[in-house]
């Protein structure tokens, strides 16, 4: 079973527009969330992060907002630039675990 | 500083052969992490290491064996090639926070 679900797999925004990308999971045991990025041919690298005691955090052009409730999570890009085109994947940490759960991840096109 | 190498960048094997995936960090890390990521998938942990001599097994930790005998490098062996595990793998790293810090990857196809 799926304990982290990004439930679209691919999006398409025009530039200067705001991105959204979801992010569902079911392990309230998760106390960390990170984002990373992924472009082809490369490994993926680090984007932003959220404690579990936060609601929000925000890195320039990148915010990520927790809704710990809801189990769900959010990145917010703004302005979409077309250097922003790449794999998205939310990974939650499992509280006291070394390891990281991926999602399988969305498709971000900005469209110049 | 190269951060993160993986070795090699390609290969191509036959079904039953064996080969190693170095992964190499010049960041003084002491975790270490091997994943695999098939198409349409997300990345699955297979072992991971917390320092120099341990390891320990991942989400898919079958077909494959790894060790970490210098804090620097992490090998990821499989002794008997099969179709499925036909994939592209990353190592990755980290220190004290929760970042992981990925190499380029391996593009791996058992035939």
């Known amino acids: 079973d799926q304990q982290v679900k990004q439930n679209s797999p691919s999006l398409s925004v025009q530039e200067g527009r705001i991105s959204i990308l979801n992010c569902d999971y079911t392990?309230?045991?998760?106390?960390?969330f990170l984002w990373y990025k992924k472009y082809p041919a490369e490994g993926p690298t680090f984007l932003i992060s959220?404690?579990?005691?936060?609601d929000k955090n925000e890195d320039g052009r990148f915010t990520v907002f927790l809704n710990k409730s809801a189990k769900h999570l959010s990145l917010h890009i703004v302005p979409s630039q077309p250097g922003d085109s790449a794999v998205y994947f939310c990974a939650p940490r499992g509280g006291g675990s070394e390891k990281l759960v991926f999602g399988k991840g969305t498709k971000l096109t900005v469209n110049p | 500083n190269a951060g993160v190498t993986q070795t090699p960048k390609f290969r191509v094997l036959k079904t039953g052969q064996s080969m190693t995936l170095l992964c190499a960090q010049d960041m003084n890390h002491e975790y270490m992490y091997w994943y695999r990521q098939d198409p349409g998938m997300g990345l699955r942990l297979i072992h991971y290491?917390?320092?120099?001599?341990?390891?320990a097994k991942g989400e898919v930790p079958d077909g494959y064996n790894v060790s970490r005998l210098k804090k620097q490098n992490f090998l990821l062996g499989l002794e008997s090639a099969a179709p499925s595990q036909t994939s592209v793998y990353f190592c990755a790293t980290r220190t004290g926070s929760y970042e992981q810090y990925f190499g380029p990857g391996t593009r791996l196809t058992v035939t």
């Open positions: 290491s917390v320092g120099e001599g341990t390891t």
């Open positions: 392990n309230s045991m998760f106390d960390y």
């Open positions: 959220i404690s579990s005691i936060k």
